[in-house]
């Protein structure tokens, strides 16, 4: 059985972060494993308060989780804090992880602040170096490249001036925010690729962001290559966004567990 790591916050709630993490990792039959970086009162409606958790427990989690399972993915998620931004890089490299997908969580579906400004520069620095892919969405885009993306053309100059920076990182732009339909845009440096979907007509919406990422990293861990990890992570994102789930007051989940029927057949 494939082995994925989650390092992100957790959901109280349960439609995003490390909740979201591991319903994707049991839909994939994956065997999933979690660090966490910090606890977030919040629900379909927003976020409370955040309680992060101190770096060196980070740093024991991390390495409780190498020396005994080794995983065959790392998705990586929310990280508040300049301090675990670099505890997870120094972590990870002393490790050797491997098919690292950094999702650049900084604001939430609801649109509440997750990423303190001071950590940014630790992100770009020491932190989305080591993925083998990214997958900011729009705004999350504009402050990686540093200008506004309001068309298709801009999300490939982004996604190609993000990549200037980051040598061997596939960067894959989510068109979610810009258009009436869901495309992505994945930029490698050997070849680029459109991925097409028509748009859900949902509300609930909220944790799509790590849902994709984690998804990724299934199919990584499966040693899939980039264009087919994202085709069938998105391919398993729009079911999950299809079957009408209608929870909570806001921005509510997906249904992670649609898939769960099939996971024999599904299995990595």
Known sequence: MKKVLTIAGSDCSGGAGIQADLKTFAAHCVYGMSAITALTAQNTTGVRSIHEVPANFLADQLDMIFEDIVPDAVKIGMVSSSALITTIATKLKEHGAKNIVVDPVM?????????????????????????????????????????????PQDMERA??????????????????????????????????????????????????????????????????????????????????????????????????????????????
């Open 159 to 268: 996604a190609r001036d993000i990549a200037k920076n980051l040598p061997q990182v596939s960067v894959l732009v989510k068109g979610g925010h810009l258009s009436a339909d869901a495309d992505d845009y994945l930029y490698t440096e050997k070849e680029s690729r459109w991925f097409h979907a028509h748009r859900i007509d949902t509300p609930n919406t909220h944790g799509t962001g790590c849902t994709l990422s984690s998804a990724i990293a299934c199919h990584l861990a499966a040693d899939q290559d980039l264009f087919t990890a994202v085709q069938e992570a998105k391919a398993y994102l729009v079911g999950a966004l299809s079957t009408g789930l209608d929870l909570g007051q806001g921005s509510g989940p997906l249904n992670h567990s649609w898939w769960t029927t099939n996971c024999r057949s599904n299995q990595l």
């Open 107 to 151: 604001v939430a579906t609801s649109g509440s602040k997750l990423l303190g400004d001071e950590a940014i520069t630790a992100l770009k620095t020491h932190l989305l170096p080591l993925g083998c892919m990214i997958t900011p969405n729009i705004p999350e885009a504009e402050v990686l490249c540093g200008y506004q993306i309001k068309n």
